[in-house]
T-cell receptor, first 116, second 116 residues
Framework: KAGVTQTPRYLIKTRGQQVTLSCSPISGHRSVSWYQQTPGQGLQFLFEYFSETQRNKGNFPGRFSGRQFSNSRSEMNVSTLELGDSALYLCASSWTDRVSGANVLTFGAGSRLTVL | AQKITQTQPGMFVQEKEAVTLDCTYDTSDPSYGLFWYKQPSSGEMIFLIY??????QNATEGRYSLNFQKARKSANLVISASQLGDSAMYFCAMREASSGTYKYIFGTGTRLKVLA
C-alpha cells in the first residue's frame, strides 16, 4: 500500500512569489492535514480537510490556503511568500488502528520550502 | 488550553541501554489520545505508539513502551535496548477527542543520539 506522497520534495522561491504543494493521501483515507515545521516554532497545525471540506484551521494568516479534491488529494498554497515561510511542510492522512481504535496520522516525507 | 511539553532538547544513550524521553501534557478534555512519533534526518514522521486517556494499561509496541501517569499528566516514552538506528528526533503529540478533527498538538521534540 503506497504511503502519503508529497510533491515537490524541495523547492526554492523568492519573496513575493507563491507556491503550491501537493499531497496524495493513502488510498481510502479521506482526512488530510497539513503542518508547518520550523526550527523555531516546531510543528504547527495549518489545516485539515475531510471529504473536500476544511474542518479545522490553525493560526496562520490568510496567505496560507488549501483545498481537497474529490479523490482526497490535497493542495496547499502560500501566496506572497515571506522569508519566515521557509519550512518543512508535512502532510498527513489519518487511519484507525484496529487494536487500539486510535486515529493515527501517517505523514509524508514533506516538502522543504526555502524562500530567498 | 491544550499543551505538550518536552523538557529534554537532547539526550544521549549507550547502545543496548534503555532511555526515557519525557512528555507532559495539559488538557481539560477527559477524552484524548497521546502519541509518539520519530523523525529521522530524512524528515518523515514515523508513528511509534499510542495511549488513550481511558486505557488502563501502559501501551507497548516492541521495544517502545509508554509510561502513562494520568494524575501527573505525563506520557513518557521508554525505548529499551537502544540501537544506533534509534538516533532521531522524537515528538510527543496529543489529540483531543472532543475536537472532532485530526488536529494534533506537538511538543518541541527531543533529539536522541545513540552512542556505539
Amino acid at each position: 500500500k503506497a504511503g502519503v506522497t508529497q510533491t515537490p520534495r524541495y523547492l526554492i522561491k523568492t519573496r513575493g512569489q507563491q507556491v503550491t504543494l501537493s499531497c496524495s493521501p493513502i488510498s481510502g483515507h479521506r482526512s488530510v492535514s497539513w503542518y508547518q515545521q520550523t526550527p523555531g516554532q516546531g510543528l504547527q497545525f495549518l489545516f485539515e480537510y475531510f471529504s473536500e471540506t476544511q474542518r479545522n484551521k490553525g493560526n496562520f494568516p490568510g496567505r496560507f490556503s488549501g483545498r481537497q479534491f474529490s479523490n482526497s488529494r490535497s493542495e496547499m498554497n502560500v501566496s506572497t511568500l515571506e522569508l519566515g515561510d521557509s519550512a518543512l511542510y508535512l502532510c498527513a492522512s489519518s487511519w484507525t488502528d484496529r487494536v487500539s481504535g486510535a486515529n493515527v496520522l501517517t505523514f509524508g516525507a514533506g516538502s522543504r520550502l526555502t524562500v530567498l | 488550553a491544550q499543551k505538550i511539553t518536552q523538557t529534554q532538547p537532547g539526550m544521549f544513550v549507550q547502545e543496548k541501554e534503555a532511555v526515557t524521553l519525557d512528555c507532559t501534557y495539559d488538557t481539560s478534555d477527559p477524552s484524548y489520545g497521546l502519541f509518539w512519533y520519530k523523525q529521522p534526518s530524512s524528515g518523515e514522521m514515523i508513528f511509534l505508539i499510542y495511549q488513550g486517556s481511558y486505557d488502563q494499561q501502559n501501551a507497548t509496541e516492541g521495544r517502545y513502551s509508554l509510561n502513562f501517569q494520568k494524575a501527573r499528566k505525563s506520557a513518557n516514552l521508554v525505548i529499551s535496548a537502544s540501537q544506533l538506528g534509534d538516533s532521531a528526533m522524537y515528538f510527543c503529540a496529543m489529540r483531543e477527542a472532543s475536537s472532532g478533527t485530526y488536529k494534533y498538538i506537538f511538543g518541541t521534540g527531543t533529539r536522541l543520539k545513540v552512542l556505539a
